[in-house]
């Protein structure tokens, strides 16, 4: 039976009782060096060794760290940048800028120069950390950069560092370790702005998103919650989604909520390290974006390994192939568990944990979606006419959403003009992406709205196209892109990238699409590709593959 849900405006008839503490990053620190200073550590994993910090390290580092920012003039609501893998010392960057009343800012490593040099001058950076081995990428987007004072460079050569005039460079280590280990934490208004993250532009400028002590906080919550991404203090949880992504899930602060360690992988993201790594660190938990694991299956098919000591692997940042989940599942014992959001929604908005009681083929069903709406979101369909459309799992509508860890706005800077403004509506966050809801609240995205291919009027789900031609076992990866058609406006074309050493014919392909899609769905255009072109977070670029159809330069077959 459903009920059928309203309320009123806000309304606050007799105050509680209860403590006004604000939930503030600087509390979940104390809680974390405090109770957990032996029982967890953060680790960073390199070929080499592993370099491993307890908790009570952890304190201690962002204390000194936060004395070093503060020695270099850096005051509470200023704009720290950070440029670094994720490793231990991001780790304490991480912790110490919110803490301290400052707002920590990841910057895009893979972004091009330009765009990092606009998203810095956007948030006024006034200091950004930088690994050594990044220095040229730094060099590339620091002439621009107008209102940054100073460089400090973790680990690498800071004469390599093309300083413009006005900017100083130090050494992280000295100026760091000539720091005092304590550190008077201030006590923060939980609105107040914590980090901040850009969008990594797949549509269109990055636009800033400034987290609250608050929405973290809660966010976390969830983030360790079982119906969540489910870590606890018996978990050694491996982000391999980078913490300049959407916070790397939340999972660095969600470690320091639940007492679980971290075992970071630097920039060791290939699938050989990072099965070395799995070898040597058994992780119990981990997250990252499809092609990552999808690189690692592909791997351990010529290099077996036991990786069973993985609970589970949240995936998520593009749809997850069935058949990605199925071979993890079946071959290695590891459950993947699909989960939706964005750098707005911090990120995390839905999971795919299947209902109580189902199991088999049906449970692949509930598994296959994008999840259920975690409890600080609230999500609903709108249709082209600003119509809500019904819950019924067939009924498409843009996924809109609300909640305290959703943003309200981008970030402008005072007296600069708002932008995308368009991306809200009645408070609500316009996600751009294409879903349908069942009664009982999973969500299953079928495209952004950009990416959706709109042949004669209908509408075909790329998401669904790839999912089934990635099933195909001569397929590693597969892209569906909509281009231009004089009949039906658009037709769908496939890209493909096949399993090494296997070889598929079109007809093949084709064949294997009949009779789960209408004839008219299933792609006349094929293209076998070496490699799928990649945004800077690792998700398929189809506006790199768009333009490579456009300018000719793409081999299109039809047999
Ligand atoms: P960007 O917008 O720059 O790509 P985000 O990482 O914030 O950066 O991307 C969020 C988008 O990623 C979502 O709006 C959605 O389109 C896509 N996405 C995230 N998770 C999933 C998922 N499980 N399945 C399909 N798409 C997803």
Same mark, same amino acid.
């Given at each position: 039976?459903?009920?059928?849900?309203?309320?009123?405006?806000r309304? %606050?008839?007799? =105050?509680?009782?209860?403590?006004d503490e604000h939930l503030s990053l600087a509390t979940l620190l104390r809680h974390?060096?405090?109770?957990?200073?032996?029982?967890?550590?953060?680790?960073?994993? =390199?070929?080499?060794?592993?370099?491993?910090?307890?908790?009570?390290?952890?304190?201690?580092?962002?204390?000194?760290?936060?004395?070093?920012?503060?020695?270099?003039?850096?005051t509470p609501g200023d704009r720290v940048?950070t440029?670094?893998?994720?490793?231990?010392?991001?780790?304490?960057a991480y912790v110490a800028i919110p803490a301290m009343g400052s707002v920590l800012h990841t910057?895009?490593?893979?972004?091009?120069?330009?765009?990092?040099?606009?998203?810095?001058? /956007?948030a006024e950076?006034?200091?950004?950390?930088? *690994?050594?081995?990044?220095?040229?990428?730094?060099?590339?987007?620091?002439?621009?950069?107008?209102?940054?004072?100073?460089?400090?460079?973790?680990?690498?050569?800071?004469?390599?560092?093309?300083?413009?005039?006005?900017?100083?460079?130090?050494?992280?280590?000295?100026?760091? *370790?000539?720091?005092?280990?304590?550190?008077?934490w201030p006590e923060i208004d939980e609105r107040a702005a914590a980090a901040a993250c850009y969008t990594?532009?797949?549509?269109?400028?990055?636009k800033g998103v400034m987290y609250s002590h608050r929405s973290i906080w809660l966010h976390s919550t969830a983030v360790c919650?079982?119906?969540?991404?489910?870590?606890?203090?018996?978990?050694?949880?491996?982000?391999?989604?980078?913490?300049?992504?959407a916070m790397s899930w939340g =999972?660095p602060f969600g470690?320091l909520m639940?007492?679980?360690?971290?075992?970071?992988?630097?920039?060791?993201?290939?699938?050989?390290?990072?099965?070395?790594?799995?070898?040597?660190?058994?992780?119990?938990?981990?997250?990252?974006?499809?092609?990552?694991?999808?690189?690692?299956?592909?791997?351990?098919? =010529?290099?077996?390994?036991?990786?069973?000591?993985?609970?589970?692997?949240?995936?998520?940042?593009?749809?997850?192939?069935?058949? %990605?989940?199925?071979?993890?599942?079946?071959?290695?014992?590891?459950?993947?568990?699909?989960?939706?959001g964005m750098t707005e929604t911090s990120p995390l908005a839905?999971?795919?944990?299947?209902?109580?009681?189902?199991?088999?083929?049906?449970?692949?069903?509930?598994?296959?979606?994008?999840?259920?709406?975690l409890p600080g979101v609230q999500?609903?369909?709108?249709?082209?006419?600003?119509?809500?459309?019904?819950? *019924?799992?067939?009924?498409?509508?843009?996924?809109?959403v609300r909640g305290p860890w959703i943003t309200g706005s981008y970030y402008s800077p005072e007296?600069?003009?708002p932008?995308g403004?368009?991306k809200f509506?009645?408070g609500w966050l316009?996600?751009?992406?294409?879903?349908?809801?069942?009664?009982?609240?999973?969500?299953?995205?079928?495209?952004?709205?950009?990416?959706?291919?709109?042949?004669?009027?209908?509408?075909?789900?790329?998401?669904?196209?790839?999912?089934?031609?990635?099933?195909?076992?001569?397929?590693?990866?597969?892209?569906?892109?909509?281009?231009?058609?004089?009949?039906?406006?658009?037709?769908?074309?496939?890209?493909?990238?096949?399993?090494?050493?296997?070889?598929?014919?079109?007809?093949?392909?084709?064949? /294997?699409?009949?009779?789960?899609?209408?004839?008219?769905?299933?792609?006349?255009?094929?293209?076998?590709?070496?490699?799928?072109?990649?945004?800077?977070?690792?998700?398929?670029?189809?506006?790199?593959?768009?333009?490579? /159809?456009?300018?000719?330069?793409?081999?299109?077959?039809?047999?």
């Amino acid at each position: 039976m459903r009920y059928a849900w309203s309320m009123t405006e806000r309304i %606050l008839p007799l =105050t509680s009782t209860m403590q006004d503490e604000h939930l503030s990053l600087a509390t979940l620190l104390r809680h974390a060096t405090t109770w957990y200073a032996d029982a967890a550590e953060v680790a960073t994993w =390199t070929p080499e060794k592993t370099t491993r910090m307890s908790f009570g390290q952890l304190g201690v580092e962002a204390a000194k760290l936060a004395n070093a920012l503060t020695s270099l003039g850096v005051t509470p609501g200023d704009r720290v940048g950070t440029f670094q893998w994720n490793n231990n010392e991001h780790m304490t960057a991480y912790v110490a800028i919110p803490a301290m009343g400052s707002v920590l800012h990841t910057l895009n490593i893979r972004l091009f120069p330009n765009q990092v040099t606009f998203i810095a001058n /956007h948030a006024e950076d006034r200091v950004i950390i930088a *690994d050594g081995s990044l220095i040229p990428q730094l060099n590339a987007a620091l002439g621009g950069m107008t209102t940054v004072r100073h460089i400090v460079i973790v680990d690498g050569d800071t004469g390599a560092v093309e300083a413009p005039a006005g900017v100083e460079v130090h050494d992280y280590r000295q100026l760091v *370790d000539a720091q005092s280990g304590e550190y008077d934490w201030p006590e923060i208004d939980e609105r107040a702005a914590a980090a901040a993250c850009y969008t990594s532009g797949t549509t269109g400028d990055p636009k800033g998103v400034m987290y609250s002590h608050r929405s973290i906080w809660l966010h976390s919550t969830a983030v360790c919650a079982s119906y969540g991404l489910a870590m606890g203090p018996s978990d050694t949880v491996l982000p391999i989604v980078p913490m300049f992504h959407a916070m790397s899930w939340g =999972t660095p602060f969600g470690a320091l909520m639940s007492g679980a360690s971290l075992i970071l992988p630097d920039r060791y993201l290939q699938p050989e390290p990072m099965t070395r790594l799995l070898a040597e660190e058994k992780p119990t938990m981990s997250a990252a974006v499809p092609a990552v694991w999808i690189g690692i299956v592909n791997h351990l098919e =010529t290099h077996p390994q036991d990786i069973s000591h993985l609970r589970h692997i949240a995936c998520g940042g593009s749809a997850v192939p069935l058949s %990605l989940a199925k071979t993890l599942q079946e071959k290695h014992g590891v459950q993947m568990v699909q989960a939706w959001g964005m750098t707005e929604t911090s990120p995390l908005a839905s999971i795919a944990w299947p209902p109580r009681g189902v199991d088999g083929d049906e449970a692949w069903r509930y598994r296959n979606t994008q999840g259920r709406f975690l409890p600080g979101v609230q999500g609903r369909l709108v249709d082209d006419l600003g119509q809500t459309v019904p819950a *019924d799992g067939v009924s498409q509508g843009e996924v809109q959403v609300r909640g305290p860890w959703i943003t309200g706005s981008y970030y402008s800077p005072e007296g600069a003009e708002p932008v995308g403004a368009d991306k809200f509506e009645d408070g609500w966050l316009r996600t751009g992406d294409i879903g349908k809801l069942t009664e009982d609240g999973y969500v299953t995205l079928v495209d952004r709205s950009k990416d959706v291919i709109k042949s004669g009027g209908e509408w075909i789900s790329s998401v669904e196209l790839e999912n089934e031609v990635m099933a195909h076992p001569a397929v590693l990866e597969a892209v569906a892109i909509g281009v231009p058609d004089p009949k039906w406006d658009e037709r769908p074309l496939v890209a493909v990238v096949l399993q090494p050493g296997r070889t598929v014919t079109v007809a093949e392909l084709r064949e /294997h699409l009949s009779g789960k899609f209408a004839k008219w769905q299933i792609p006349d255009t094929w293209s076998f590709i070496a490699e799928v072109p990649k945004t800077s977070v690792g998700k398929f670029d189809k506006k790199v593959l768009r333009a490579q /159809h456009a300018d000719g330069r793409l081999d299109v077959r039809t047999d």
